[in-house]
């Protein structure tokens, strides 16, 4: 199993997610949104903003740089409850982010 079917199992509760090949590894999306980026060396990062930012640097997570995913932390990709979470939290931003992009391109 590849890296990204995992991510996608992983990922099934929290809705119909798709994934395409971008950046050399994989974007996860939900709904036409981003939230996920999986990268080359099958790092699983999730999208953040001011609201869940610090808990990614608590967790010693690192940035994908220059763009706002964080690295899951390895405790939350180890329990399946938290990850969910986690991840829902970052659907919510995803699709608050592209909403304020449609706003500004008006």
Known sequence: MS????AMELLEPVGDVTA????G????FESGDMFVLISRDDRIYFKVDDTNRAD???AGSEQFKPMPYYEVP???LADEESFVEWATRSIAIAHSAATAKERRGR
């Open 3 to 6: 890296y990204r079917d995992y």
């Open 25 to 28: 590894g994989h974007g996860i």
């Open 74 to 76: 390895e405790e939350v």
């Open 20 to 23: 395409r090949a971008m950046f």
């Open 56 to 58: 990614y640097e608590a």
